[in-house]
């Protein structure tokens, strides 16, 4: 079992950059298929970045891409989120997500953190 721990959020205006974290526990990080996830008031949660075990794949919404970049850290049991261009449309809680398999990377993962606001103001 795996606790994630995401952090970084926060209020930003638009045109501006954010970089959230997501620390995991544990020492098998590096065997897990790691995933960014946002939910916005009143809307259905929504995939936003993927990355393989080794982070030699990525995988991103058409929404974030060109944008957004994942990354990760496996020394340091860390997934990263860098958000640049920020846009009111990409106020949510953002949460990473943690799954075994790598199939359907853009669905349901096994293991979910608790989130962090980001606020992109007008």
């Known amino acids: 079992q795996v606790q994630l721990v995401e952090s970084g959020g926060g209020l930003v205006q638009a045109g501006g950059s954010l970089r959230l974290s997501c620390t995991a526990s544990g020492r098998t990080f590096s065997s897990y298929v790691m995933g960014w996830f946002r939910q916005a008031p009143g809307k259905e949660r929504e995939f936003v970045a993927a990355i393989s075990r080794g982070g030699g794949s990525t995988y991103y919404a058409d929404s974030v891409k060109g944008r957004f970049t994942i990354s990760r850290d496996n020394a340091k049991n860390t997934v990263y989120l860098q958000m640049n261009s920020l846009k009111p449309e990409d106020t949510a809680v953002y949460s990473c997500?943690?799954?075994?398999?790598?199939?359907?990377?853009?669905?349901?993962?096994?293991?979910w953190g608790q989130g962090t606001q980001v606020t992109v103001s007008s």
């Open positions: 997500a943690a799954k075994t398999k790598f199939v359907n990377i853009r669905g349901e993962y096994d293991y």
